[in-house]
C-alpha cells in the first residue's frame, strides 16, 4: 500500500470541495473558467460533479465505459492517475490535461 | 446555397447566390475535427455536425439556424453504459437525416467500433441501434476487436429507402453492404458479385471494403458503390452487384473513395478516381485529377478534367464530393491538399472555390 499522500500546503478549510484545473480545450464548457469547485471523495466522483455543473464535459475526457480517454490525464497533486476510483481529500488538486498528441 | 466543409481542423462554409461567386466564411469549431456536416433537407434548418479533437471524445453539435448557432448534444452517440463487448465510441463517423416521414429522426455511424446510432429529436439525443451493436453476428461481420483499415473501422453510408422507412442499408470499411428489412432489427450481408482482392476466398459473404453507397432517390431499387475494388451498380430486387468500373479505361482503373449521383438521372454518376496500383497511393491517377462521369448506368465513362490542375496528387475522400439539385447540376468536391472544387455544368468545366484549407473530410450542401 502507498503511503497516503501528504496534504498539500495551504489552508484545508479554505475552499468548499476540490479543486479542479481545466485545459483549455474544455473551457467552452466553463465559461472559461480555468479553475472550478467540484465535490467527491474520489476521481470519478468529482468528474461526475463536473458534469452536474458543466454538462457533457465529462464524456469528452472519459468514455461510456468509465474509462478515461487515451489522450487525457488527471493528476491528483503530484500523481497523474488513470484509475477514477482514486480517492481524494478536500484539500487535494485535481488537474486535467490533454497529453501530448495530435499534429 | 450554402456547401458545408468539414476539414481536419473545422468546419468552413461556403456561401453563393448563383452558383458563380462563392465566399468562404470564417471556420467554425476551429482547430477541431469535422467528420462529416450535414444538413436536414426536411426542415431546411437543422445542421449536425460530427466532431472530436485529437483529445477529446466524440460528439455532435446541432444547428437550428441553418448553421449560425450551435449547441452540443445533450446526450452524444455512444455504446451503453456497460456494453456486452465493452465498446467505447471513437469517433462519429457519418450522419445522415431519417426518412422524410420520421422527422427529427437521425443516424449517425461509428468509427470505431462500426457501431450505428439513432436519434429521434433531431440530434439532441442519441441511442444505440441494439439490433445492429447487438446482432449475433457484429463481432463476425465487424471489423472488432482488430481493425485493419488504416483510418479505423468505419460505419458508413446510411441509406433509408425513401419508401420503407423500416428499409435500410449500411456500409462498413470494412466487412461490407448491409440490408435490415424490419428498422434494424435483423441484418443480412449484400456483397454478392462484389471482389475482396485481399482475402484468399474469391467471394466471401462479407468482408468486403465499401468505399460509399448511394441509393439513387428517383429510383431506390438502384444502388451504385465505389468500393475499395471497384465500382459497382445493383438494381434490386437483384443481389449480385455488376462491376461497371470493368468498363473504365485500364489505365484509371476504378479505384476511388466517393460516388455520387444526378438527383434526377438514376443513369448519371460521378467518380473520383484514385491510385490503387502497387503501394496504394490514393492520390489521383498518374499525377493527372479527373471525375468521371457515367450517363448510361455506367457503360460508359468519360474523364472530365477542363479546369483541373494538369498535375495534383490529391486525395478525394468518400465524403468530400456531392451534387446539388441544380439545372444543370453542380458537382463539388474537396480534397486532402485543402482545396474546394465546383461544376455548375455536370462536371464539363471546374472553378476553384477554395484554397489552403486543412485537409477536407466532407462536403455537402446545406
Known amino acids: 500500500m502507498d503511503e497516503p499522500r501528504p496534504a498539500p500546503a495551504g489552508d484545508l478549510l479554505r475552499r468548499d470541495g476540490v479543486n479542479v484545473r481545466i485545459p483549455t480545450p474544455l473551457r467552452s464548457y466553463t465559461a472559461q473558467q480555468s479553475v472550478v469547485d467540484a465535490h467527491g471523495s474520489t476521481v470519478a466522483e468529482v468528474l461526475d460533479d463536473l458534469d452536474r455543473q458543466f454538462p457533457g464535459i465529462t464524456f469528452r475526457m472519459v468514455d461510456e465505459q468509465g474509462r478515461l480517454r487515451k489522450h487525457m490525464k488527471i493528476w491528483v497533486g503530484e500523481d497523474a492517475v488513470r484509475d477514477l476510483s482514486t480517492p481524494l481529500r478536500e484539500s487535494d488538486e485535481v488537474t486535467i490535461m490533454q497529453a501530448l498528441s495530435g499534429g | ?366
Not at chain 2, 420520421?102 to 439513432?118: D, N, T, V
Not at chain 2, 485493419?148 to 435500410?168: A, C, K
Not at chain 2, 432489427?185 to 482482392?197: E, T
Not at chain 2, 489505365?251 to 496500383?277: C, K, N, Y
Request: charged share 20%; net charge negative; proline share 8%.
Open chain 2, 1 to 366: 446555397m450554402k456547401l458545408l466543409v468539414g476539414t481536419r481542423k473545422g468546419l468552413w462554409s461556403l456561401s453563393s447566390d448563383d452558383r458563380q461567386g462563392w465566399s468562404v466564411g470564417e471556420p467554425q469549431f476551429f482547430g477541431q475535427i469535422i467528420q462529416h456536416a450535414v444538413a436536414d433537407p426536411r426542415d431546411g434548418r437543422t445542421v449536425l455536425a460530427a466532431t472530436s479533437t485529437g483529445h477529446l471524445g466524440p460528439t455532435v453539435m446541432r444547428s437550428t439556424d441553418h448553421g449560425e448557432t450551435w449547441a452540443e448534444a445533450s446526450k452524444p452517440p455512444a455504446f451503453a453504459a456497460g456494453d456486452r463487448l465493452d465498446r467505447a465510441l471513437k469517433t462519429v463517423f457519418w450522419l445522415t437525416p431519417g426518412h422524410p416521414d420520421e422527422s427529427g429522426s437521425w443516424y449517425a455511424g461509428g468509427a470505431s467500433p462500426q457501431g450505428l446510432f439513432r436519434s429521434d429529436d433531431g440530434g439532441d439525443t442519441w441511442d444505440p441501434v441494439s439490433g445492429w451493436n447487438d446482432h449475433p453476428m457484429w463481432e463476425t461481420w465487424c471489423e472488432w476487436p482488430e481493425e485493419n483499415t488504416p483510418d479505423g473501422s468505419m460505419l458508413h453510408s446510411v441509406i433509408i429507402d425513401p419508401r420503407d422507412s423500416d428499409h435500410l442499408y449500411i456500409g462498413l470499411s470494412g466487412g461490407g453492404v448491409f440490408e435490415t428489412t424490419d428498422g434494424g432489427s435483423d441484418w443480412a450481408p449484400l456483397n454478392k458479385g462484389v471482389a475482396a482482392d485481399f482475402f484468399p476466398d474469391l467471394a466471401p459473404e462479407f468482408g468486403h471494403d465499401p468505399h460509399t453507397v448511394r441509393m439513387h432517390p428517383a429510383m431506390p431499387d438502384r444502388l451504385y458503390q465505389q468500393n475499395h475494388c471497384g465500382i459497382y451498380r445493383l438494381d434490386r430486387p437483384e443481389t449480385t452487384w455488376t462491376r461497371i468500373g470493368d468498363n473504365m479505361p485500364r489505365s484509371i482503373g476504378d479505384i476511388g473513395f466517393p460516388i455520387e449521383l444526378h438527383p434526377r438521372q438514376p443513369d448519371t454518376a460521378w467518380v473520383f478516381p484514385m491510385d490503387g496500383t502497387e503501394v496504394w497511393p490514393r492520390t489521383c491517377v498518374d499525377g493527372r485529377p479527373a471525375a468521371y462521369v457515367t450517363r448510361d448506368g455506367g457503360a460508359t465513362w468519360a474523364p472530365q478534367t477542363n479546369g483541373l490542375p494538369e498535375r495534383a496528387w490529391f486525395t478525394v475522400k468518400r465524403q468530400a464530393m456531392t451534387t446539388d439539385a441544380g439545372d444543370p447540376v453542380g458537382v463539388y468536391f474537396g480534397t486532402t491538399s485543402g482545396e474546394v472544387w465546383a461544376s455548375a455544368d455536370e462536371g464539363a468545366s471546374w472553378t476553384n472555390l477554395a484554397r489552403h484549407l486543412p485537409e477536407i473530410y466532407s462536403v455537402e450542401m446545406a
